[in-house]
């Protein structure tokens, strides 16, 4: 599946599967399928006997799975779910211990590009945001009903918009006087609200939609619960791969493997360790970002980082 076929650049691909390390016939878990492009690098490289287990909980990837899966030798199983579910799938699927585990965090660009799903500002459309449209309440729906300190709440810890209260304050007089259910409609009630610096690079509402899509899908404890389940799982100098695309995701990365590099937590006055918590994973090199020739090739890869990190046995 090429980028082309899937309308989906997948970001730092290379440095993904070179971390990856995939071998012939080895188990793979790909959390975050999207356009598939990651997948299918993955997929020619452990071959007739290898396997992926890969997961979406936009449903729609089903159809792109299936494609792939008549493309390559390898077994592709795609699992219609959050990612956070992945031990609990593999270990029913018997789809256990696997060699890495790869989760390419945040929205595709087939998502973003396509305007019925409400992701994004620049299309007219619905303001909905779910990954998955049959689940949940949609970022319409979440304006609708919440109070103003909850609005605040959501775009200050989600979107670190220092505007939050005057946004949230506009949202509700708005949606008082009209529902607030279109994507257009949301960006210009923002843009009218803050305004617009001369020569800012971003919209004035990017914070606003990344706020809403988070708390929507319950991101950041999907990406804890993820990474969690990704270590109980990894075989023995299995790897970990988690590419992030805001500070929120990457800091929650962060902090994860430097605990379980770790392993202790016992207070640091404490002379002799009683809590007996052994490191699991080793942190393998800094975290990396996109080369200047992809983010040229691909915008919205300017703000990706990944992180590796090794099962310890």
Partial sequence: MTAGESGHLPVMLEEAVEALR??????????????????????????????????????????????????VDARIIFVPERF????????????????????????SSLQLDDPERGFSFLREG????????????????????????????ILFDYGEERQARRIARALVRERERQPIRATKQLAELVERTIGRAPGARIHPATRTFQAL????????????????????????GGRLVAISFHSLEDRIVKQIIAREVKGCICPPEQPVCTCGRKPRLKALGRARRPGAEEVERNSRARSAVMRVAERLP
Avoid at 223 to 232: D, I, Y
Wanted: charged residues 30%.
């Fill in 213 to 236: 899509r988070i708390a929507v899908n319950d991101e950041l404890v999907e990406l804890e619960r993820g990474l969690h389940a990704a270590l109980e799982v990894l075989a023995p």
């Fill in 126 to 153: 619905p303001l909905d945001m779910r990954m998955d449209p049959t689940v949940g309440e949609s970022a319409a729906d979440l304006i609708a009903h919440l109070s103003e300190a909850e609005l605040v709440q």
């Fill in 84 to 107: 956070s579910a992945l031990a609990e799938v593999a270990r029913a699927r018997r789809f256990e211990p696997v060699d890495g585990v790869l989760l390419d965090l945040g929205i």
């Fill in 22 to 71: 995939p071998r012939p016939g080895g188990r793979y878990i790909d959390g975050t399928f999207g356009g598939g492009g990651h997948s299918a690098r993955l997929a020619q490289a452990v071959g007739a006997d290898g396997a992926l287990l890969v997961f979406d909980r936009d449903r729609r990837a089903a159809e792109r799975a299936e494609a792939l899966a008549a493309k």
